[in-house]
């Protein structure tokens, strides 16, 4: 690894110059004025730069030398170099220049013009225009057909990305890719429990592109289809993300440096009441007397800071160009004692060789983030549970000010809470929270280190070598301290502590030879040919518990000294092997155009995957097939259509099983051995999941580009789905038996317009709207699950999430109060309200999908001389969700449902009585509330419309241009916002937080962080 830095370091500092160039400037206009964004180069080098705002720009260049502008929308004009005098270029319309070139699988880039398949791209300035300190998450509302939920974990939280609908039942995120690398986007631990880990609770320990620093990528780009995502295999069955990162340019040198600073506050929070207390100051419920205590749920949470400071230098030489960027993220989450600071330091150069036809390129980039007091989501070691349920009786601003005393007895620092009398320990859910957050603290370290070597050879004009090389190396640690006086039940008499180390790496290398040639006048061939090799290692490393409980053999021996010689029990330390993998590929591609209106694209993917080994096959073929004709240049169409397409597209891409499935191996914890937890099926035929996709689409453009609207249909099918089937203890020391079988279908609909309402010099005002419908089903379930799967499990909870047949992916299943067929409850003999229950024992219900019927984004951009202004609107319509929160506060007596039915004498409901007697029945609140209320009781009570409608970015800027005295080129100051105000929302919390990346805990609330609004200020500095 060190040698690999080391060339690297050594590549990046070459700088040898062999000739003199001189520095050209010039301005670039169309018939309405200056035009920036304008791609400037000098033929057959890599030097290029982009015309600035008023159109000007400059570049380095040799006499002799040819330059070449273009655009979208313009006919390319190049201009010999004949002198050093301002070059002066007015571009004019050309519908053939509509597409811009895009970059495609591996790396490859395509005009967009002629691609078969829908892909989508957004440049810089729409990832850093509102910041967030996950770049993912600047892309919600942007995307057509994709799905992004925030984390519940906060800043620094990762990210759960679906495209196109669920495809898979073990991992749905898309791959990204940077600069043509896969990225091994592993994760240390997500939750998939309605409890949470008993140590570390429902902890979110991220994902590596959250580690990514925004300020360093050019544009993310988004293949969605199987057809666009078929070169990939079986890295590519849940769509793929490209994200391209910022490289030097060969015009003059510059600095950017910007500053944004904002401030979070929490919204929708839970309601809850302040007029009735307990029936004792000791007791955990607040169903008492009426009377008066003071709001303090609001004050608990803080007003949360983020500074984000980047600076980005981009320098030039004869042989290419140098980028270097640093970038410090400081946060104070919204949480006491929660922050996180993460620094981003990242490098890159491209330098040309003998006449340019070499170009090698090295990058560096380097992430250290540490979060401390990670927020927690579920019921252990949550502070927000013991914030909402309080007993009111009791005064908050006390266990606030002392969450511990000295116990002079113990000589120990000791847990104080109203439910701790005498030698009773902490309740495990309620705990002080000023106890959890000072005395159960923990850190999360992130490091991520990617170096990457590329080499581009030009062997003659027609053929082309290119080869990357890639290492990847992470590293996760957990550190976790639970002091003496928790609740025992989830930290040992002395105390607890918890340390993990993993550590995750991935080599990747290619070869690609790429063919590009006019066959004669009419017909063009291009062509990929290649193959890759990918290693990975996940998750190497150790961990480390000293257990819980009351039993003096268990914890720590001594009481706070959190260290491994301190450990009295070792049964859980272990070291951990999350899994080894190598595939080896062979692709190739070819694209056939004919008289620049048709064009027959043609992929073919081959993966031999190590964790295939033991299997029937250890490879896999894939495939895509696609068709374009530009109708624009094919037949004569009326005048205010500028430019149409029609297209139609094929494709195959799988997902891989996970390592060691085919050769399971067993394990010693605590220094007993444990068989696999999975085994092969009884005819040991794994294969990786695999998706048939369909894609038809078509885009036009009026009016000389200033309307246009593309609409693509799509329809795929997911087979040989991963199953674990329980397996009888008489046959298998196993837990579960694996199967390949189900299927996952996915139908819907994309559409993209925007419209350039007003496009002058000064005035500008553009609107982009995206909209998308995707119908999702589940089929083919194995028999021996008898149609219905789990993918959270409920314990003892009224809340399972999970498969049924014939139902979309992902039902939310809970319980019910039994009812007649005109909804009245039927009281048992006692009178009281009771569970439905089938003849079979089953008390779950479908009680609803949290999948939206569909999803609607509209942005507005504005100018007005320097001015600009940004807005997003971001809609999601349909679907359910689950607050097991409000199910719990109710339970509890806490929220302000409960408090309006105490008002009003107890709960009304229609009823049936044993005897068959119909009528209404008035419960007592708490008697009502306990029967539906709680964990286990009735949460088809707690289902929510998850529509909701909100602002999700808002930007308001000035740009200064100085005079060519100044000392800097330009400055720009905005105000920001994200997720600024709900327009409509009728759930207790926001549907767009998910408690996981993972496949479970979809649709649900459990004490989660509440969503954040951010508002602040963004400046800007170009020297």
Excluded: C
């Amino acid at each position: 690894m060190k040698k690999i830095i080391l060339f690297v370091l050594f590549v990046l500092t070459i700088q040898v110059s062999f000739a003199q160039t001189k520095t050209l400037s010039g301005v670039v206009s169309d018939d309405s004025g200056p035009l920036a964004g304008v791609n400037i180069s000098v033929t057959g080098t890599q030097k290029k730069t982009t015309s600035n705002f008023d159109g000007t720009f400059t570049i380095k260049a040799n006499i002799g030398e040819v330059l070449e502008f273009s655009f979208i929308g313009k006919r390319t004009v190049t201009r010999p170099i004949e002198n050093d005098e301002p070059i002066i270029i007015k571009l004019q319309d050309n519908s053939k220049s509509l597409s811009e070139v895009v970059v495609t699988s591996l790396g490859i880039k395509k005009s967009k013009r002629t691609l078969t398949y829908a892909t989508q791209e957004l440049k810089s300035e729409e990832l850093v225009r509102a910041k967030d300190a996950n770049l993912i998450n600047t892309m919600t509302g942007k995307i057509a057909g994709v799905t992004i939920n925030r984390s519940a974990g906060g800043t620094g939280g990762s990210t759960k990305v679906v495209i196109r609908g669920n495809s898979s039942l073990f991992n749905n995120q898309p791959l990204y890719v940077v600069d043509g690398i896969p990225l091994y986007n592993i994760t240390a631990e997500q939750p998939n429990s309605t409890f949470g880990d008993t140590g570390a609770g429902n902890r979110d320990a991220g994902d590596i592109v959250s580690l990514i620093n925004p300020e360093d990528i050019e544009s993310i780009s988004v293949l969605k289809g199987a057809a666009a995502a078929a070169l990939y295999g079986s890295q590519g069955g849940r769509g793929v993300i490209l994200l391209n990162t910022k490289k030097g340019t060969s015009g003059a040198s510059t600095i950017r440096v910007s500053s944004t600073t904002t401030f979070e506050n929490v919204i929708s929070l839970p309601k809850l009441q302040n007029t009735y207390l307990g029936t004792t100051a000791t007791s955990d419920t607040s169903w008492g007397s009426k009377g008066e205590s003071k709001e303090y749920v609001k004050d608990f949470f803080t007003t949360g800071v983020t500074q984000t400071t980047a600076a980005n230098f981009t320098g030039r030489t004869s042989l290419g160009a140098t980028m270097l960027s640093f970038s410090n993220t400081a946060a104070k989450g919204v949480i006491p004692e929660n922050s996180l600071n993460k620094n981003n330091l990242s490098a890159k150069v491209n330098n040309s060789y003998f006449d340019n036809k070499l170009v090698i390129g090295a990058s560096v980039l380097y992430t250290n983030q540490n979060i401390y007091n990670r927020p927690v989501n579920g019921l252990y070691n949550n502070p927000l549970l013991g914030l909402y349920t309080m007993n009111r009786s009791n005064d908050f601003d006390y266990y606030k000010n002392n969450y511990e005393y000295y116990n002079s007895l113990t000589d120990l620092p000791t847990q104080v809470w109203n439910t701790i009398i005498g030698n009773v320990s902490a309740n495990e859910y309620q705990q002080n929270p000023y106890w959890l957050i000072n005395r159960n603290k923990s850190v999360d370290t992130n490091k991520f280190l990617n170096t990457a070597l590329t080499f581009d050879y030009s062997v003659n004009k027609w053929l082309k070598l290119n080869s990357k090389y890639s290492y990847t190396n992470t590293l996760n640690t957990f550190d976790k301290k639970m002091y003496a006086t928790s609740a025992t039940t989830l930290a040992g008499p002395n105390g607890r502590y918890i340390y993990s180390e993993l550590q995750s790496s991935q080599n990747y290398f290619d070869v690609i030879a790429s063919i590009n040639t006019k066959i004669n006048d009419k017909l063009t061939f291009s062509s990929n040919i290649g193959g890759s090799q990918l290693k990975t290692i996940s998750n190497q490393g150790v961990y480390l518990d000293s257990g819980f409980g009351t039993d003096d053999k268990l914890g720590l021996a001594t009481p706070n000294w959190f260290t491994l010689a301190n450990f009295k029990y070792h049964a859980n330390n272990r070291q951990i092997d999350g899994g080894k993998k190598e595939i080896q590929s062979a692709f190739a591609t070819a694209n056939l155009g004919y008289n620049d209106y048709l064009f027959l694209d043609i992929t073919a993917r081959k993966d031999w995957s190590s964790a295939l080994v033991n299997t029937n096959s250890t490879s896999f073929f894939y495939k895509s097939l696609g068709l374009t004709n530009i109708l624009s240049e094919t037949i004569k169409l009326p005048e205010v259509v500028t430019f149409a397409k029609v297209r139609a597209s094929y494709g195959e891409v799988g997902n891989d099983i996970p390592s060691y499935l085919s050769t399971p191996v067993n394990t010693k914890v605590g220094g007993a051995a444990y068989f696999p937890n999975i085994l092969p099926g009884i005819d040991n035929n794994y294969a990786p999941e695999l998706k048939k996709e369909f894609e038809i689409g078509t885009e036009w453009r009026f009016y000389k580009n200033r309307f246009g609207i593309e609409v693509t249909y799509y329809n795929s099918k997911t087979t040989n789905q991963l199953f674990k089937a329980l397996v009888p203890a008489t046959v298998s020391s196993a837990q579960y038996f694996g199967i390949n079988q189900g299927s996952i279908q996915n139908s819907g609909i994309e559409l993209l317009a925007d419209a350039k309402w007003i496009d002058t010099e000064k005035i500008s005002w553009k609107t982009t709207v995206n909209f998308s419908k995707n119908k999702n089903v589940v089929t083919n379930i194995p028999s021996v699950f008898d149609g219905k799967m789990l993918l959270t499990e409920p314990g003892n909870n009224s809340y399972q999430f999970g498969l049924i047949e014939g139902q979309p992916f992902g039902v939310i299943m809970g319980q019910r109060i039994l009812k007649d067929g005109e909804g009245r409850a039927i009281l048992d003999a006692t009178g009281k309200l009771q569970l439905e229950k089938e003849s079979n024992g089953n008390t779950f219900f479908n009680l609803g999908n949290a999948n939206p019927d569909f999803m609607l984004g509209i942005a507005n951009s504005f100018k007005i001389g320097n001015f600009t202004a940004n807005v997003l609107v971001d809609g999601r319509f349909g679907g359910s969700v689950l607050s097991l929160t409000e199910s719990m506060n109710d339970a509890y007596g806490v929220s302000q449902r409960s408090a309006e039915a105490r008002d009003n004498g107890g709960v009304t409901i229609p009823t049936v009585s044993a005897t068959g007697v119909v009528g209404t029945t008035t419960f007592p609140a708490q008697t009502y509330y306990n029967a539906v209320g709680g964990r286990t009781g009735a949460s088809a009570d707690y289902i929510y419309d998850a529509t909701n409608i909100v602002l999700r970015e808002f930007s308001l800027g000035y740009t200064y241009k100085p005079n060519s005295k100044s000392f800097f080129d330009s400055a720009s100051l905005s105000v920001i916002g994200r997720n600024l105000l709900f327009f409509y929302k009728k759930a207790p919390f926001d549907p767009n937080v998910s408690l996981s990346t993972g496949e479970g805990l979809q649709g649900v609330d459990i004490f989660g962080l509440p969503s954040t609004r951010s508002l602040g200020l963004n400046l800007n500095l170009t020297f």
